[in-house]
């Protein structure tokens, strides 16, 4: 699905939404009334902005394509936090209302349905976007977002408590809850799918300290260079959680790779992955590859394990023997943080255009260019920066920095293609 249908669809079903509410709601009146009506506009439109976050969830590749996991991410978010200050302040005017009207509260079930929902709601957003700064758990991080497709039906049942059979406004819920079902029966069709398509470890390779390669085999899965994979691995009949890992290896191979680096609970355990191990992979998602761009000169951007995208991108290139004029800026600490180094070397004779610039931030003894990535780095290779596409993989500073010196430099936003370095 395209970013204008989306979004095409999205302003449909608002206006509905408040058309529904316009149809249950007698205008022009005064007093604590508006309250009344206030609290019900908050409440349809506070879970249309809720649900729209479950459809940002569901990994369609219709959606997935036309936003890629970058802006994915950030409607995602966006679309809870209004969801549930509408939410919130639906529960407020109401209250409030009733408060004024009897002087007292009256909470039956499905009020009490509601507020958890409500409380629910508010729990998980907290812990969701401040799982890093309180130090949870990636796997617990997760299994927060689960407990949203338990709230969000309790929602749903409180809101049919005042829904007038016939009305516009009783269909709409009736049509949000089959649209969920729906959701639901994607999630488990894809979970049966992914079950029925084991893939199997081949290989474990060490490609430098704390960086390790991880080989498959199993059914073709065909994918763009750049793409990445959810992945789970079943380690002595124990099943991890899903986790996204960029592949690493060209769509041109047998057997599919990714590269990661020891960083978290996960991926320090990697290493002790052996052959034969199982493993179940959802793929392929992402927008970051340079078979999306137009035509042109591509400059990679790479800082760390970022290198993987560009990896796969590479590797492709090589093998399908494609002439592109490409620069390789990859940043890191030191030479120890290197990987792939001979086959980079081996890359850059074979790949005809191929300019690979390494640069070290934090190894004074390193004769070549020292530092980070910026604009003046890039200059120096590249005194024409216009007419290229830019591919920036990184930490979020880097690739932040990066890009906004980009844009100064009147880079079209068209022309900077980022990926997300973390979630």
């Known amino acids: 699905m395209k970013v204008r249908l989306f979004w095409f669809i999205f302003f449909m079903l608002l206006v509905v939404t408040v058309y529904a509410w316009l149809d249950t709601t007698r205008l022009g009146t005064f007093g604590i ?9 908050f409440a349809v439109t506070g879970l249309l902005f809720l649900f729209m976050q479950f459809v940002l969830s569901t990994r369609m590749k219709l959606i997935e394509e036309g936003f890629g996991l970058d802006k994915m991410l950030f409607y995602h978010r966006f679309f809870g936090r209004i969801g549930i200050i509408l939410i919130a302040m639906h529960a407020l005017f109401s209250l409030t209302f009733v408060l004024l009207l009897t002087g007292r509260l009256n909470l039956h079930l499905f009020i009490w349905l509601g ?47 005042n829904a007038v059979p016939g009305s516009i406004h009783y269909y709409l819920w009736i049509a949000f809850t089959a649209a969920f079902a729906a959701i639901l029966i994607h999630k488990l069709w894809r979970f049966v799918y992914i079950r029925k398509n ?12 704390g960086i390790y390669s991880l080989y498959f085999k199993g059914k073709p899965l065909h994918y763009k260079p750049g793409q990445f994979m959810h992945l789970r691995l079943l380690w002595n009949g124990l099943l991890s959680s899903s986790h996204p890992f960029t592949i690493s290896s060209s769509p041109t ?30 793929a392929p998602y992402g927008v970051f590859s340079f078979l999306n761009s137009d035509a042109g000169e591509l400059v990679f951007l790479a800082g760390g394990i970022g290198i993987t995208p560009f990896m796969s991108m590479l590797r492709y290139l090589a093998d399908k023997k494609i002439k592109k004029k490409v620069t ?34 934090g190894q004074e003894d390193w004769a070549g260019e020292k530092g980070r990535i910026n604009i003046e780095l890039i200059k120096k290779y590249l005194p024409q920066l216009q007419g290229r596409n830019y591919f920036i993989c990184g930490p979020p500073p880097m690739s932040k920095s990066v890009i906004e010196e980009l844009k100064k430099m009147n880079i079209p936003t068209q022309k900077i293609h980022r990926e997300v370095f973390e979630l």
Request: charge should be neutral.
């Open 33 to 41: 009334l508006y309250l009344r009506h206030a609290n019900r506009l």
């Open 253 to 282: 191979w047998k057997l599919i790779s990714i590269t990661v680096k020891e960083a978290g609970d996960f991926t320090s355990t990697i290493k002790d992955t052996k052959a034969g191990d199982k493993a179940f992979i959802d």
């Open 198 to 209: 084991r893939y199997e470890v081949v290989e474990v390779k060490k490609e430098s300290e």
């Open 328 to 361: 390789l800026f990859w940043s890191n600490r030191s030479e120890k943080n290197l990987c792939f180094q001979d086959e980079l070397e081996r890359l850059e004779k074979i790949i005809d255009g191929l300019e690979i610039v390494l640069v070290m931030s």
């Open 115 to 161: 507020i958890a929902a409500l409380t629910g709601f508010i729990i998980t957003a907290a812990l969701a976007l401040n799982y890093k700064r309180w130090n949870i758990a990636y796997e617990s991080w997760k299994n927060i977002h689960l407990a949203n497709y338990i709230l969000f039906p309790l929602a749903l049942i409180h809101v049919f408590d």
